[in-house]
């Protein structure tokens, strides 16, 4: 998989994109991270990325000439291969505008040979860069921020721990909140059946006890079906405290759906929400 972001801050990313599972995956080759600087695509004396907005208005405006220069230069397929499909690459426009990134949209991407991110500053973009040059809009969440790199990072982020044999373990990036995978066949706590959709369940660790604070007895116990049962239990209980959106009644088996029933009473007794 290969990143190539487009920014005025290619700094920005020396820090974040050089820890943990993204810099393994990078040294083990299997991500690529490019950061391409807009300005070394401006021809003029002072680099000039930005102008003022036509109609008038507040700020400055990201123009279309040094974005199109830089991503044409990358040498992208089409985009209506991009958009119909044939060519396995996107170039994403990080915007506030766009369609909200989750994990199923990483799942998506990550599937992907090639993924361009171009990160809007100031008031934002030439329209024109998302009408002919990216393929999509992404945001990645309901507020503002002051450029697209931080939305940028974490798409990297996100994909990468999708790209297979960046996880250590591939089990986990399937149990994971959001994840609405296949049930792995195994038995046992280790291979817990996938969230479907909810939210993870609690982890816990040493030491048992921690400030009067002890691990729930359960999972001490090495009941491995008592511990599947209670995992999924907690899932459903924090989905529905926090998350009540992420709920899809219908594909939850009988079981989820009576223990969801005993969980609200339980919520209506203790008068949470
Ligand atoms: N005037 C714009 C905001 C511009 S913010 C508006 O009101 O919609 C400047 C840049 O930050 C944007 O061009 C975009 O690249 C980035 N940005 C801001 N918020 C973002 C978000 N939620 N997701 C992704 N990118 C974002």
């Known amino acids: 998989m290969k990143f190539e972001i487009v920014t005025i801050f290619p700094d920005f990313f020396r820090g974040p994109l050089d820890y943990g599972i993204v810099r393994k995956a990078r040294e083990a080759g299997l991500i690529e991270i490019l950061v391409h600087d807009l300005r070394e695509f401006t021809t003029d004396r002072h680099r000039t990325v930005d102008d003022r907005p036509f109609g008038g208005g507040e700020g400055m405006v990201l123009k279309p000439e040094p974005l199109f220069k830089c991503v044409e230069s990358l040498g992208v397929p089409s985009r209506e291969a991009r958009l119909n499909g044939t060519a396995r690459e996107s170039v994403v426009l990080l915007s506030p505008q766009g369609a909200m990134f989750n994990q199923q949209l990483a799942h998506e991407l990550a599937g992907l040979e090639r ?153 209506e007794k203790k008068g949470i929400r």
């Open 115 to 267: 993924i361009v991110m171009i990160c809007g500053r100031y008031e934002g973009i030439d329209e024109r860069v998302s009408e002919a040059l990216a393929d999509r809009e992404v945001s990645i969440g309901d507020y503002v921020l002051s450029g697209g790199e931080l939305g940028a990072a974490v798409i990297v982020d996100t994909v990468t721990r999708l790209v297979p044999g960046a996880l250590g373990n591939e089990a986990s990036a399937q149990q994971e909140s959001f994840t609405a995978a296949q049930k792995t066949a195994a038995e046992g706590p280790d291979s817990t059946c996938s969230s479907e959709g909810l939210l993870d369940y609690p982890h816990y660790t040493r030491p048992a006890e921690f400030r009067g604070m002890a691990v729930p007895e359960i999972l001490m116990g090495g009941n491995h079906d008592q511990i599947r049962k209670w995992r999924r239990r907690k899932s459903l209980e924090k989905t529905l405290r926090n998350r009540p959106d992420l709920l899809c009644r219908e594909a939850l088996s009988e079981a989820d759906r009576k223990l969801l029933v005993e969980l609200e009473v339980e919520f």
